[in-house]
């Protein structure tokens, strides 16, 4: 496989800058970057999910140019992502052989061929799973197994794995590692992509790092170690679109929100922390380290595990929002169109819809005075539209993602939690994201900023934590490098 | 650019109102191929044909709004209809009527405590309510027609104010009041909300379950009400009453307009589904065409209706 000068750009950004790219026979080959980097969209380009703009793609020595995803597992190019595409229904066995099953002459399922080919290929890599057992009844590790003879039956050559160790534990990553390296005997070809560091040096013959769309190097791991790699991905000097630090010098404010201990396995393993009026607290972690879980605990969005929550000094357990309301707690969700927004009815609906009681005396609604609240709050972030009126479905991601901060900015809360409020934006939202945000704080809202994008939470918090594994597993203060806390995620996540 | 402009909003009225043209289109087209269909006797029978179906339908339109579907609201008017009759042996007719209507909000929120709280599929709790209230219906008959006597009870379905049948004028202020609190209230809103994305508007501290189940008490406090009428206009109800009863109002409620998906929907333009329904039936028996026909017909009006919604909200 080999990718010349590839080159894809989205509206406002350039995605992937003409990246050189070649993995041999047989190579495990790991692909790792920041968010944002361009990884996601590399792999798409390769499986024909997004078209490029220019560049060359060849697969066994042939031009190839796949225009879906299933042409190109056809092909022999397969992608193991990390939710699993398996038919949860469907046994292990009739799962791995879905369009290609064996038939007898007369049409039927021929289970004892399909049976012999199974026994063949799970003897040739050393494991056996349950062949008959539903795929809904296995554990996330097997089921990756699952997928990995998927892969293998319908003869890849070329597997794409995506953070395949997400949610596995440490006995089933070896088990995994140990499967992969019988890829490599097999000439399969794999190329991994990864945060995780030390699983990178365990497998990989070689790694390419990608920063900004941009191919900084591609190395022989046996030459390199983890400190050089992670200089790679993070950039000598730290040069950023938003590099000036937003925080403020603060002084002493009061404490509004406790979080004692609290616990809702697997992903929230026991997080205490504070935060003040005025105060932005970044978190920040790995993908899977437990970061929307705990937003949407705080937030009574899932049923409560154990621990404390307390709202200036008051216990607050919710079971559910509308309770953490009440208490002046607030969430943007991660998921702006599933969990945010309500696409189909008009922008103003949206932004009153927590606040409706307000203008509601009797159950009925004066529209004066919803209009008029309205356009104050629509003025105020400077949310563009086509009207009051208009379908909050046809608005630009960041003008929704606005809607869905100023829907609770109507309710004064104390404390405002956004979960990747960056996310899928244009540069230019972002930065006017920042600044709401610096602007909230500084009239004392306490601000929980989440996200998984390092630069962004070093530039605007007052101080930091990091999770990892549902736990807080270090805490900065405002004037830490980008480069440090970089260097803290990936290493606690070794 | 402007004239685009302009012919792109013109499209957009039309098809946001597309049933109302259709309907225009239907009566001037009818009103010639059809003497007498526009003489004032036949537009107040047209109207009184569709005030029981439209009654139902006001309910049926804000289930589905509120992301529901609602099947039982047909086994309900035979239930409700069949007890009006019965209590007044025991008490007064109005008294006979409160009864019945509470009767409704309980089938109602049986439905809406099925769907939302224990997240049955709400076509399948409905379908099983469905089956209960028609053997309820069964068992309080006896199998048998019910029959009452009373000028005043009788009132309600068949009499006048004026020249206007009053349960023409019953629906009218009906759809009036329910208009206004989709639109204008807290309760309309949120039942948009809800079915819209309901996860959206739980995460914005609204309390989704109690105003899902709000939407089916008024489904079947609704279809009460049709049961009341129903009972009043005939004056003996039978348990086999009110078959299919339940289709015609869904019908009607997605012609006019409704997202099956929920999230939208009006209940004047419900209304407006029903009157068309009811127009195809009255022409049809003006031309003296067979009944097997209309079937057929309805169908077709329905799928053209309802694909044509989903199809170009696909397309876009």
Redesign the interface.
Known sequence: MRVVKLKKSFPGVVALDEIDLDIAEGEIHALVGENGAGKSTLIKLVVGAYQRDSGEIYFDNQPVEFVSPAQAFQSGLSVIYQENSLIPQLTVIQNIFLGVEYFSKLGFLDERKIYQHYQEITKQLGFNLPPHEKVKNLGVAEQKLVEILKALIHKAKFIIMDEPTASLSENEIEHLFKIISELKTQRVSVLYITHILREVFKIADRITVLRDGKKIDTVLTKEVDQDKVITLMVGESLKNAYTTSLASARKEQKEVLKVENLMRKPRVNGISFTASAGEVVGITGLRGAGKTELSRLI?G?DPMGSGGIFVEGKPAKFN???G???SGIA?V?EDRK????????ELY?NIT??T??QF?DN???S?QKEFAVVKEAVEKLDIRSAGLKQITKYLSGGNQQKVAIS?WLQ?EPKVLIMDEPTQGIDVKAKVEIYSIVRKLAEVGVCIIFISSEVAEVVNISDRILILSEGRISAQFSQGVSQEEVMRTILEEGS | MEKNLNLKTTWSIISKNGILFIFLLLCVLLSIITPGFLSWANILNVLRQGSIIGIMAIGTTFVIIGGGFDISVGSTLVLTAAMCVGLQSYMHWSLAILAVLIIGAIIGFINGFLAAKIHIPAIIATLGTMTIVRGLAYLYTGGYPLYVEGRSFAYIGTGYLGPIPFPVILLLVLVAIWQFILVKTRFGRYACALGGNKEATRLSGVNVDYYHIMTFIVGGVMAAMSGVVYASRLLSVTPLAGQGYELDAIASTVIGGTSVAGGEGSVVRTLVGVLLLTIIANVFNLLGIHIYVQYVVKGVIILSAVGFDTYSKFRR
Not at chain 1, 338 to 345: A, G, N, P, W, Y
């Open positions: 937030f969005a559910s929002p509308l953490a309301v009440e969430l969700p599933k969990d945010s927004l309500i696409l189909m009815l609906k819809l927590p409706l009681k509601a159950g009925v609604i529209s829907k309710t």
